[in-house]
């Protein structure tokens, strides 16, 4: 009997325990996207919140009583009433070379049915830019492979450049064009061993946009 109760303690003394704490609240309003969630007194702004069902809701307002989120995810198959969680973490995506030529949501999730993607980690999605003394100097043009561009408005590598116009007269397609030929350009020094060459990786992001026209881009 003796034997059994020291072994029972050594065992309780053994066990490892964890406490986590999560505040829980619900859903009082949802509609088109977006939600308003009650109880979730603990929420900040920019966190994501488990909504149920492997929704994720981003926080975007906070007031009195309640919290406003954006659903990162098919809002149908949620109910008013059902339970929401706080994470504690902000939003972050994954990132990393895997991510390369595939097609992912918002939340960095591959929707693309090409299987699960492997990344080196995971960055804030909302993070203070380094400041200008930190920054490379923009010494390195980018090559659009659209001639009119490359001699008369050169862009730089690294330079934040606006391009503006009415609907439908070609904007996405400059875009498009640019990614290609960078694409070839990379391959093309990858071919004959270009050490010098840096690669430039592109990163198409689709805002508001209809799921014909992201099919079209990506085909």
Do not use: F, H, W
Not at 5 to 16: D, P, R, S, V
Not at 79 to 87: D, F, L, P
């Amino acid at each position: 009997m003796e034997n059994l109760l020291q072994e029972i303690e050594a065992q309780i003394a053994g066990a490892k325990t964890a406490a986590a704490k999560q505040n829980v609240g619900i859903i009082r309003e949802l509609g088109d996207g977006v939600a308003k969630l009650e109880g979730l007194t603990d929420a900040m702004l920019n966190e994501m919140i488990d909504l149920g069902n492997g929704i994720t809701g981003l926080v975007l307002n906070l007031e009195e009583t309640d919290v406003g989120v954006i659903i990162l995810g098919d809002y149908t198959q949620l109910k008013e009433g059902g339970e929401a969680r706080t994470s504690g973490e902000l939003l972050q995506v994954p990132v990393g070379k895997g991510l390369l030529g595939r097609v992912v949501n918002v939340l960095g999730q591959p929707i693309d049915g090409k299987g699960l993607i492997k990344s080196d980690g995971t960055y804030p999605v909302e993070k203070i830019a380094p400041g200008i003394a930190r920054r490379r100097s923009v010494d390195q043009p980018v090559q659009t492979g659209i001639m009119p561009i490359d001699a008369m408005i050169p862009i730089g590598r690294g330079q934040r450049q606006l391009i503006i116009g009415d609907r439908a007269t070609g904007k996405t397609t400059i875009c498009i064009d640019t990614i290609i030929n960078q694409a070839r350009l990379n391959k093309a020094a990858e071919v004959v061993g270009d050490k010098a060459y840096r690669p430039l990786y592109c990163i198409y992001v689709a805002i508001s946009q209809k799921q014909s026209t992201v099919a079209r881009v990506i085909s």
